[in-house]
């Protein structure tokens, strides 16, 4: 089992790595900056069409996999309403197209999104096949991208066609490993399965724009440089909340226990530290070792990122937790409250002189509106000392190292410095909290 554990682990973090990796190739090797804009505009309608597909029916289909017998029935039924909504998409993104300069080539190809049955993989109990296939499906574009920057053709229209290609290989082997039919009738009365869970899928909509999604919204009146340039600090932004849902999954099966809450709290707020301490004390390390000079200036969007992601580690499992404690009324509040502010703040910020900043300062204002509402919902369950348990080691830690790079203007020696502190707590962690590691399955000894 635990090897079948660290090989899905390998896969979900290799797909998030080169996810990263192969923009950051791009950005090294000089690609036009409108190429990065397209890009940018295609990747985050991309994961905006993704959630609206989902829209809160995708759960439903998946739970219902998991408990009843008639599975492929429902499957099917699913899949017919997914494909004609997605066909409503992807009239939507002509639509769109022609009223617009851009081409909203994301929403055009919402169909081929939605033949995609990867998502039952899981509920069926195929993690390792599904992550495999997520791992190809990210490939596949990748190469696309080498491809299309050592031949020096940046077009667009390539990297879509190759997304399309990954979408159909993925859809088509993911469908023989559940021996079902790749293709299926789209039934637009199905549709109307979607209402039954319009705020589920609201929320749906909240967790894409609280990451790439964001872009897509800011694409209809921030410029295009902006976007592209708020797109590249995101892309690090989501490599962490890649990281965080490995580390999240292996305490998933297990958050309606308080204890394991607590941990899982503690496990990823301690990779939200690590990533604020590398993102505010060594962006300028981080930007040219990623992405080339020109890119300085980015060095507070870097920065703000880094608070931004410390903030989500601090209530990743507590939020997921509203669901397996079925508080979905909390669980849909939070996030429509993160987003109303996350809006506010993109629209506001766009009428003053920092309206560079507003995509990735709008970013960090909706995740800390989100925390204080789970903060407040969650009040019953992890009480103030009990946060205060989990913030005040990181608020230490990060104390003590701002006060280094205050003093010690030497690089080295402040990254010594670091890793000692998150040396020290990683063994203090583990030692305080053995016997709930070993009850979950995750003793080292």
């Known amino acids: 089992m635990l090897i079948k554990t660290i090989k899905i682990f390998f896969f979900v973090g290799a797909s998030n790595l080169l996810n990263f990796f192969v923009v950051s190739y791009l950005i090294k090797n000089r690609a036009p900056i ?7 505009f295609f990747e985050s309608s991309f994961s905006f069409a993704l959630a609206a597909i989902s829209f809160g029916y995708t759960q439903i289909i998946s739970r219902d996999l998991v408990v009843k017998k008639n599975w492929k029935s ?23 197209s022609i009223l ?15 033949l995609n049955v990867l998502f ?17 499906r990210v490939l596949i574009p990748a190469i696309a991208l080498i491809f299309i920057d050592f031949l020096d053709v940046y077009y667009i229209v390539i990297y879509v066609v190759s997304q399309i290609a990954a979408m159909v290989l993925i859809g088509f082997l993911s469908s023989k490993e559940l021996n079902i039919k790749y293709l299926t009738t789209p039934i637009f009365n199905n549709i109307r399965e979607y209402t039954n869970n319009f705020l589920m899928g609201l929320t749906d909509l909240a967790i894409s724009i609280l990451q790439l999604g964001v872009l897509f919204i800011a694409g209809f009146f921030y410029e295009k440089d902006i976007v592209g340039n708020s797109y590249l600090i995101l ?20 958050l309606y226990r308080k204890e394991v809450i607590l941990l899982s709290e503690k496990t990823i707020s301690l990779a939200g530290m690590i ?43 507590s939020t997921a937790s509203f669901l397996l404690r079925k508080k979905d009324k909390e669980y849909i509040f939070s996030y429509m409250f993160a987003i109303a502010f996350l809006l506010l703040g993109l629209f506001i910020i766009y009428y003053t002189n920092y309206y560079s900043y507003g995509i990735i300062i709008s970013l960090f204002i909706g995740e800390l509106c989100l925390l204080l509402s789970v903060f407040y919902f969650m009040r019953d369950i992890i009480g103030f ?17 701002t006060i280094s790079h205050w003093l010690i203007d030497y690089l080295l020696i402040n990254i010594l410095i670091d890793s000692i502190l998150i040396g020290l707590y990683l063994i203090w962690f583990y030692d305080k909290n053995r016997i709930t590691l070993k009850q979950i399955g995750l003793n080292i000894n």
Do not use: C, M, W
């Open 34 to 40: 409108s190429f990065i804009n397209e890009l940018a």
């Open 74 to 96: 429902i499957l099917y039924t699913g899949q017919s309403a997914r494909f004609a909504f997605s066909i409503t998409i992807s009239f939507i993104g002509v639509i769109l």
């Open 100 to 114: 617009t300069k851009d081409i909203f080539y994301a929403l055009i190809i919402s169909p081929f999104i939605a």
């Open 120 to 136: 039952a993989l899981y509920s069926k109990g195929k993690p390792l096949y599904a992550s495999k296939l997520s791992f190809y």
């Open 235 to 254: 892309k690090i932004y989501v490599l962490f909340k890649g990281v965080s849902r490995v580390i999240f999954q292996i305490f998933y099966h297990q």
């Open 275 to 317: 990533f604020f301490i590398l993102l505010f004390f060594y962006p300028t390390e981080l930007i040219l070792l990623f992405f080339t000079e020109n890119y300085l200036e980015n060095i507070y969007l870097i920065q703000i990122i880094g608070f931004a992601g410390l903030i989500s580690s601090l209530h990743i499992s």
């Open 385 to 401: 000392s009990e946060r205060v348990s989990i913030l005040f080691p990181l608020v230490i830690i990060i104390t003590i190292s």
